[in-house]
Nanobody, 120 residues
Framework: QVRLVESGGGLVQPGGSLKLSCEAS????????MGWYRQAPGNQRELVAR???????DYADSVKGRFTISRDNAKNIAYLQMNGLRPEDTAVYFC??????????????WGQGTRVTVSS
């Protein structure tokens, strides 16, 4: 079992910044890709950014140049630095991790989400 705990959400004005964190804990052998997804009311959950264990990142077109994903493998933490926030970035942000258990089987784990509201 892996537990992902997100933090860092909140209310911010347009143009502002927030940094989200996602810490993984529990019993696992390894963590592979980690990612951030978001879901706005009435919308489907969408990928925002993801990063491999080696540090290769990719982003949704809507956040390129504004958001930066990073991770600390030693601490099992992923971050999402969000700059230039827009009202359309308002959503609940979820952390995802591709984890390997001690039987060397991969499984997906999700956090509970952290709310980001961009409004003046």
């Amino acid at each position: 079992q892996v537990r992902l705990v997100e933090s860092g959400g909140g209310l911010v004005q347009p143009g502002g910044s927030l940094k989200l964190s996602c810490e993984a804990s529990g019993s696992f052998f390894s963590i592979g890709d980690m990612g951030w997804y978001r879901q706005a009311p009435g919308n489907q959950r969408e990928l925002v950014a993801r990063i491999t264990k080696g540090g290769t990142a990719d982003y949704a077109d809507s956040v390129k140049g504004r958001f930066t994903i990073s991770r600390d493998n030693a601490k099992n933490i992923a971050y999402l630095q969000m700059n230039g926030l827009r009202p359309e970035d308002t959503a609940v942000y979820f952390c995802n991790a591709r984890c390997m258990d001690h039987d060397l089987l991969w499984f997906d784990s999700w956090g509970q989400g952290t709310r980001v509201t961009v409004s003046s």
